[in-house]
């Protein structure tokens, strides 16, 4: 089936640091990828949508000039977390669309010290 | 309110029990997908539904799009069922691009 690898599982950076996570679609090429982010006890949130070659499209509220997304082939989309503060805390997951459903990645946890 | 609403909000059942779990969502939706999140974080989908009914092993998904609910059920509920159950819809209309909207999900837990 479907898998998309996302690395790292765990990250704990210091504040003021930037973080990258990668999400690879391993057996199928992802034109389109959904980050999401989950804080604890709530839904998981929809931040932006990376489309291969082209600009991602960042939902309200998210700025864009400190979590970038980069989808520069098929098969890799990775989000950077800039100039990181504890508030980012939290866990990022991506997400593609497949045949059947979507598929996700396993998830990031982020903790910013 | 939430756009996508799921009951019970915590389950804890004993092994071998029948569990329920709805959604009730309000909004048009094209799909409802059921997933499951194990504690390290981690996402399965279990099903994608549209109308009907799907089965797959011990795992079975209802929807009735008049009603706007959805129920997952499981038959014979063992430990390892144990995790998070999450509800999530795809919008009709608009939308970024096809993303789902989802439930704050039902955390089961199954005791031997």
């Known amino acids: 089936g479907a898998v998309v690898s996302q690395h790292p599982s765990r990250v704990i950076c210091k504040s003021g640091t930037s973080v990258k996570i990668e999400c690879r679609s391993l057996d199928f090429q992802a034109t389109t990828m959904f980050w999401y982010r989950q804080f604890p006890k709530q839904s998981l949130m929809l931040m932006a949508t990376s489309n291969e070659g082209s600009k991602a499209t960042y939902e309200q509220g998210v700025e864009k000039d400190k979590f970038l997304i980069n989808h520069a082939s098929l098969t890799l989309s990775t989000l950077t977390v800039t100039s990181a503060h504890p508030e980012d805390s939290s866990f990022y997951i991506c997400?593609?669309?497949?045949?059947?459903?979507?598929?996700f990645g396993s998830g990031t946890r982020l903790t910013v010290v | 309110k939430n756009e996508v609403e799921q009951s019970p909000q915590n389950l804890t059942a004993q092994e071998g029990e029948f569990i329920t779990i709805n959604c009730s969502y309000s909004v048009g939706i094209s799909a409802l997908h059921w997933l499951q999140q194990h504690p390290g974080g981690g996402i399965v989908s279990l099903f994608m539904?549209?109308?009907g009914k799907k089965k797959h092993g011990r795992l079975i998904a209802t929807i009735n799009i008049q009603e706007k609910h959805s129920s997952l059920h499981i038959t014979a509920s063992h430990p390892r069922d144990s995790a998070v159950y999450i509800c999530?819809?795809?919008?009709?209309?608009?939308?970024?691009?096809?993303?789902?909207?989802f439930g704050k999900g039902t955390k089961l837990s199954v005791k031997p």
């Open positions: 997400s593609a669309r497949v045949s059947l459903g979507y598929t």
């Open positions: 539904l549209s109308s």
């Open positions: 999530a819809v795809r919008l009709n209309y608009g939308g970024s691009q096809g993303n789902l909207i």
